[in-house]
């Protein structure tokens, strides 16, 4: 498999500088933790490594060091497509450096070959109660794929540290090649009547994707390619990230591991928030027959934080600038869609939210994150069952935590403990800081 060889052939050198920097500077401090942080919920702790992706507050994420008009401008794209080949990104993620046409169709073309769930996963799904939320049968439909674990056999057989990483990829590569069909089957099972849709063969991973969902012009595919890449990563702090990099790290393998990040990304705090931000902006159309004006969306806006709700897609636990997911998805709708009601909608809370939020005086950031728009996006291409777009930041999401769950083993990564103290220990410690 050439993205294993390479993945090895990469591999000894960094090993090596994390070696060096623990051997030679293990005990530089890079950080400190007040009472604060701990009791909010770790914000700011700098206690995670990843080199896939890094988010500075002030600019966003960077993938494997580049921005996002970097990433989209420099992977190879599908003949005709707008937007790079999905499998052009897992190969950055994975080895570091842009791919080459040729490398990304040996990606492609792995997935291809994996791409199949097996029947038992269908029955699973089946099995389910009719109004089960999309989200647990996703998770549901991975935790079942864990009887095909490479790495749990291999680990049961008997493997050494340094090939952990292998089995890992092997799992990595076949999850992240039957998620089209996996999430296509649940849109089919709750919302078409459950008919199976086999994969759209001769397209990519995103155009398979879409064309499975039933969706297959052009810029419903590119549209697909796009959504998955912008949700793919947020470093490994993010909620989704760390449960899936937590539950990985006790050496579950990545179903298991994934799985738990799902169950994470399922919160109305986290991956959720695109459905509710979209859910707000019908529920705004359908108060005002229409795009109201800026003063109306103005005391609306104060009405819900009145009312003690937060306004989906605003704000975010690290970003101080609006995130630059939800600009290529503006930039994206502003090209294909700019009559679209809801989108029209969208741009004006984009204006006067952020000014609401400034006023209140709460948040932090009072800009858009990603899920202020992607919601707006899929509804105008035809997927209008919002609750199932967690699902697609899901199956987003995975390309990154599998890369990062396939180098952490590389790194031998050990089990995540942090250590916890009491209420009284904490006051102690304050009382003494103060001298008092
Ligand atoms: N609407 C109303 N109030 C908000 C707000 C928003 N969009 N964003 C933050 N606030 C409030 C918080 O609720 C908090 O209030 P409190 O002091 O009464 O508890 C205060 O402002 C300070 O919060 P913060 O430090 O700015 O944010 P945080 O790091 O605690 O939380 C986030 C970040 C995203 C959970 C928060 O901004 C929020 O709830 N946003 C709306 C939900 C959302 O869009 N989530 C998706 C985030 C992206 C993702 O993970 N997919």
Redesign the pocket.
Known sequence: MPIKKKLAAVLPEWRERVAKLLKESGDVVIGEVTISQAFH?M?DVKALVTDISYVDPNEGIRFRGYTIPEVLANLPKPAGAEMPYVGGLYYLFLIGEFPTEADVIEVENEWKRRGEIPEFVIDVLQAMPPDAHPMMLFSSAILALQTGSVFARRYQEGMTKDEYWEPMLEDSLNLTAKLPAIAAYIYSLKYRGGKFVPACDELDWGGNFACMLGLSSQEYMDLTRLHAILHSDHESG??SAHATHLAASTLSDIYYAYSAGLNSLAG????L?NQE?LGWLLDVHQKFGGVPSEDKLYHYAWDK?KAGQ????????VLRIPDPRFTAQYEYALKHMPDDEIFQIARLVRKVVPEV?IE?G????PAP???AISGTLQYHYGIREFDFYTVLFGVGRALGVTANAVWARALGQPLERPKSLTIPMLEEIARKAKGS
């Open positions: 919920g914000r993010n909620a109305p705090l986290h991956g928030a931000a934080l937060v306004i989906p897609g605003y704000g975010h636990a939020l209140q709460k948040a932090k950031n994150n990603v899920d």
